[in-house]
């Protein structure tokens, strides 16, 4: 893991909350993997002193994309980086997601802007022939942004909305078991973005016995492993265990993280 200062080439807000990143990575030799993720400095200035970290939306041979969701400080300040400035980036970081080579069909189940960390699994799996099944649950239709993308390189997507009153649990519950479920055969399952939808994916993929991977989102400090930040838990061997998202993760399988 390194620290970089790359050229931005694009930074624009793609709808109300959202923005587009996209990064001139030449000078980055390391693999960059699905799910992984750089810890982003928002500003040359002092303050907000912390990184902040983001998942790779899309990786091409010499470029990155980042999708990100303007909340606070950090991600306010990274809207006034102009192209032609530089981003310093600290990765790619943590463990990725791993697409079973004989996989035929995946399935993706994300909230929000968790699609942002789902899509670069996604992106693998159109290149590997892998039909790509996507539920995308957001607070408004201008939210699924991601869904167009994904569409286009012919993934089913469904999505789901509080506008439309379509994203509680017991929705999506009914759309994966009476519909989704039975329709595809569902080779593995990627979760993120919200407790809520991961919990019932969880429990559904346990159901019909479907491995699953998903990534988790907590605050982070170093991002390194050394300030316990970012810890959370999981289930390993019937034991409870701690685990740094940043360096054991923030891929872990499914059935091991404790939902509560
Ligand atoms: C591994 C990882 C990958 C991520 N990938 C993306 C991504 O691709 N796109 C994206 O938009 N966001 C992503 N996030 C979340 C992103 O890091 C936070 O939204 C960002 O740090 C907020 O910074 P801020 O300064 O704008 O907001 P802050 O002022 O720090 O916080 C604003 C609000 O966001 C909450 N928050 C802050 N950090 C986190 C966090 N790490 N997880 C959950 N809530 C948080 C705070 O509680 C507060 O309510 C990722 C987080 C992790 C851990």
């Not at 997601?97 to 069909?105: E, R, S, V, Y």
């Not at 995946?106 to 039909?131: D, E, M, S, W």
Request: one cysteine or more.
């Amino acid at each position: 893991m390194k620290q970089y200062e790359v050229p931005v080439l694009s930074n624009k807000q793609v709808s109300n909350r959202y923005w587009h990143m996209r990064v001139d990575i030449s000078n980055v030799k390391e693999t960059i993997t699905p799910g992984q993720f750089f810890h982003i400095r928002c500003t040359s200035e002092r303050s907000p002193f912390l990184r902040r970290p983001f998942s790779i939306y899309q990786i091409h041979d010499q470029s990155l994309e980042f999708l990100y969701l303007v909340k606070g400080v950090g991600t306010q300040r990274m809207t006034h980086i102009s192209p032609g400035e530089t981003l310093n980036l600290l990765g790619p970081l943590g463990e990725g997601f791993k697409l079973d080579p004989q996989a035929k069909t995946i399935l993706l189940v994300a909230r929000g802007v968790g699609v942002a960390t789902l899509a670069a699994i996604a992106q693998q799996a159109f290149k590997q022939n892998v039909k790509v099944v996507a539920v995308l649950s957001a607070r408004t239709r201008e939210d699924l942004l991601a869904a167009e993308y994904l569409t286009e390189f012919g993934a089913d997507v469904y999505p789901v909305t509080e506008e439309e009153g379509t994203s509680d649990v017991a929705y999506v519950n009914e759309l994966l078991t009476t519909n989704i479920l039975i329709q595809y055969k569902i080779d593995t399952v990627y979760t993120c973005g919200s407790r809520r939808l991961s919990k019932l994916t969880q429990q559904l993929a346990d159901k019909y016995r479907i491995p699953g991977e998903i990534a988790l989102e907590e605050h982070m400090g170093c991002a390194m492993g050394a300030c316990y930040a970012c810890v959370s838990d999981i289930i390993e061997n019937g034991q409870k265990k701690s685990v740094r998202v940043c360096i054991d993760g923030p891929v872990f399988p499914l059935e091991k993280v404790m939902m509560e």
